[in-house]
């Protein structure tokens, strides 16, 4: 059996608190849900989940608040067999809640929006990280997201690329990055939202078909900038991938029933990172991924709606993907 990847994610952990109801308010609107749950999430956490989930062994780096849902957040991830003796518990700032509305229609169709308070998540200063300068060549990749503050991610992709490890940034939510970071990056994940923020492409659609010119124009801003590889999910119409060689667009899995679309994208970048570390080519890793994805939006909550191995390969022998459970077989 081949060793499996070690991976860092330097990112953020959040509470979701969540409420589910037939239709959002309006402003100045009270409306009666019909559901409260919580659920651990973040998206550094939900990547590092899926990636432990999937068997790579994960190193969590972040903080959470001297409070009830930081020992949650940090008990979520141990559970999951994720190395967590570098996340700090900071002793003023609150740990960071997403409140999460989901709205139900009748239709069967759901939409979420959230709000997120960053709480400890945005209190890791650059001494908290400062000895990964040490460490950091023992991992095969690294993982980022938006949710912390942008030096710390400058910081952690300068380490990392004097190193020669990559990185793949998950630039979620949207925010401005540099020149210089982008220049660094093995691999960028926005969705389609974040991708047209980021190039100013807006990929157009018809239902579950997205414009293969605009999803093209977009990739290929972000290679100018330097980036090598760019992954763009894009909901139910799957995810697209290029690089100065490849350009593939991979279908979502179809018949899937949507209830919670939350962690879609943590758990595709969590899933696709780990495949790429095990030797698994782009294409097949894409295609695996939307699998890992599809069975995330098919469950609510964030955390608890994130796959195993088993259950992936269970869904890709159901659809008769033999080819890409052989792929995934042989590389574990
Ligand atoms: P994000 O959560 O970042 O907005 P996306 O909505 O693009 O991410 O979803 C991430 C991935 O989840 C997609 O690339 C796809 O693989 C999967 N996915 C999302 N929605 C569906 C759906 N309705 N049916 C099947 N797969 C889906």
């Known amino acids: 059996m081949a060793d499996m990847p070690e991976i860092l994610v ?7 608190l969540i409420v589910s109801t037939a239709r959002f308010p309006e402003a100045g609107e009270t409306v009666l849900g019909f559901d409260f749950q919580t659920a651990s999430g973040g998206k550094g956490a939900n990547q590092a989940i899926q990636a432990a989930r999937l068997g790579a062994h994960v190193t969590m780096v972040g903080k959470v608040g001297d409070d009830i849902y930081g020992r949650e957040l940090i008990a979520s991830c141990t559970e999951n067999g994720i190395d967590c003796s570098h ?15 989901l709205q139900m229609s009748q239709d069967g169709r759901s939409q979420n929006r959230i709000i997120v308070v960053p709480g400890a998540n945005m209190a890791i200063r650059e001494e908290d990280i400062a000895f990964l300068e040490a460490e950091i060549e023992g991992y095969d990749m690294v993982l980022l997201q938006l949710e912390i503050p942008m030096r710390i991610n400058e910081r952690v992709v300068d380490m990392a690329y004097r190193k020669n490890v990559p990185v793949m940034l998950n630039s979620a939510p949207s925010d401005r990055i540099s020149d210089s970071l982008l220049s660094k990056l093995a691999y960028i994940s926005p969705n389609e939202y974040e991708a047209a923020d980021l190039t100013g492409v807006t990929i157009r659609r018809d239902g579950r078909k997205v414009n293969e010119e605009d999803v093209k124009g977009a990739i290929r801003k972000l290679l100018e900038k330097g ?28 018949r899937i029933i949507a209830v919670d679309p939350t962690a879609a994208g943590d758990s595709f970048v969590g899933a696709f990172s780990t495949l790429v570390s095990m030797g698994i080519g782009h294409e097949r890793a894409v295609c695996i991924a939307n699998h890992v994805g599809a069975l995330t ?25 033999n080819t890409l459970l052989e792929a995934e077989k042989a590389a574990v």
Do not use: H, W, Y
């Open 87 to 101: 996340v700090m518990v900071d002793e003023k700032a609150p740990s960071s809640i997403g409140n999460v509305q």
């Open 297 to 321: 939006v098919s469950r609510m909550g964030a955390q608890p709606s994130l796959p195993t191995l088993e259950q992936v390969r269970a869904l890709l022998r159901e659809r008769g993907e």
């Open 227 to 254: 980036v090598k590889n760019v992954l763009i999910t894009l909901g139910a119409a799957g995810a697209a991938f290029g690089n100065r060689k490849e350009f593939f667009l991979c279908p979502a899995v179809e």
């Open 10 to 16: 330097v990112g953020s952990f959040v509470k979701d």
